[in-house]
């Protein structure tokens, strides 16, 4: 699979190799302004759809950051830490949050595309 | 470096417009922290050396400096005038901010509190000797109880999220009565975010309740959340968005259903005080902040204080220490064996915060129930009043009227360039305290704002006008002018992110600021 796919709650999904890797979009990140703390999930920690995986802070709020798919955290991005500021300068590269085995890849495929998220970003101004 | 941008003097947080050569400006005064102003060895009181004597502390004998600034006593005088003189209070002017019902203090009341006889009392004095206070404490439970139609409070809250903490010990612990202590509560987006922190931090799991599009509680999604787990509800009323929450009554009947317990916060008690009475809504508990609705000060001018007022189903659960009528006079409950109920423990070491107790109730006694009465409709008056003069100007986020707070987002700022944060620091330059912003989150850019019943028909005329002006020049284009906002203060705009990002917490002498680095 090439591409990113999204929730409706602004995460992106990447496949890579056997995992996926998960961050925020960028319209997540403008929407938040400069994040200041980011609370990730431990490795092995098992996630459901919609469950709260990790928490973003900006300046304007904490928010809640739902696992995309169903599944089990292997890694979280080591850079975040001492520099969540990489949220802002690239959500969708080295700003991503987690990796994540997945449990079931069919469930991939309910989520949405560049083109339907675009839409979809656009339909709630 | 951070430390370095951050330290005090004119050029930080952006140059002043105009300067001058002292970087004072007019008297408004430049001033450095005291511990950049050592002069070492500087005192205010000379003090003769001390008499020889022999040596017995030790290894405890002080190796070095302690690292207190040595300053004369004008010099000190100076210092925390001058800082006086840059904080804005209620003291100074108009405080809109929403959700925190910064009304005026009454003066009466420090005058009440400062008494010898209620200002000068110790907490282990024998209760023989305290009986004027008790009976203060036992006047202004009543008058709380007669307010809220509830039975019980429990009074050492010491502010409002003390006061929810006790209130969801009380449910959790009438849980563990019966022998199911539950897993969840409930909580609408539209309640106070403390709420859930609370419900967190008594182990409780959090289920959010979306708000529906009249920005109250969605009712079917709450009733869907409902279950045997489920231990009760966190609810705000009037919610965050200055909402009544008219499905309070089957909120209540539902949780009760499933035999849950049906926490108010009460901390916007200022719209409905001598209209509608919790008790008479199935609230089982809810906090009450003396430091917002009864005037005693707050925003870093007291502290606060949280009564818990509790229906008979929780009372026989409430902390201890507690006043009663007894035989002689009144006295402490302050055993468990004494109480005959099942208190959970202690919240404070006494009994609360006692100056508190005396600056509400004089609040209440100076005003009288009728008074209290029209405290409410004057601050929900003032509030729609905000509402009807900028809804066509600002974007109103929900159908008026409101109760004590108006709630505006930021729809009327979209293309302009300018947000919520601009908007806000602008105010300050307009010589207002910001509103809230960017809260509640249920709307987009959130401007919330509360003026009580302390502000008169011309102090709110003056700031609808400079917030009419303001809208104005964002549509007009002025996005550059909101960028460089605030321009008047001490500071310019504060860099916020790397606060957040990098804070500084403690002040250290430049050498060793340069170790660190």
Redesign the interface.
Known sequence: MSGEKFTKDHEWVRTDGDVVVVGITEYAQEQLG?V??VDLPDAGKAVKTGGEAAVVES???ASEIYAPIDGEVTETNPLLADD??KINADALGEGWLFKMKVADPSQLDSLMDAAAYKDYVSSL? | MMAEKMRSGPAAGGAVTGGTITGHRGLQLEEPLIFEQDSPGATGVDLPQPAAVAERLGELKRQGPIGLPGLSEPQVVRHYTRISQKNYGIDSGFYPLGSCTMKHNPRINEKLARLPGLGDLHPLQPQSTTQGMFELMDTLVHWLKTITGMPAVAMSPAAGAHGELCGMMCIRAAHEATGDPRKKVLVPESAHGTNPATAAACGYAVESIPANDRGRVDLSAFKEKLADDVAGIMLTNPNTCGLFENDIIDIADAIHGIGGFFYCDGANLNAIMGKARPGDLGVDCMHINLHKTFSTPHGGGGPGAGPVVLSEALAPFAPLPYVIHGDAGFRLVEHEGQSGGQPFGRLKGFHGQVGMFIRALAYMMSHGADGLRQVSEDAVLNANYLLAQLKDTLSASFDGPCMHEALFDDHFL?DTGVTTLDFAKAMIDEGFHPMTM??P?VVHGAMLMEPTETESKASLDEYINAVKGLAAQARSGAVDAFHAAPRFTPRRRLD??SA??HPVLRWRPPQEEVAAE
């Open positions: 400069d200041v703390f300046v304007k709020a969540p500021a101004d | 979209k960017y809260f989150l916020e992110t957040a990002r």
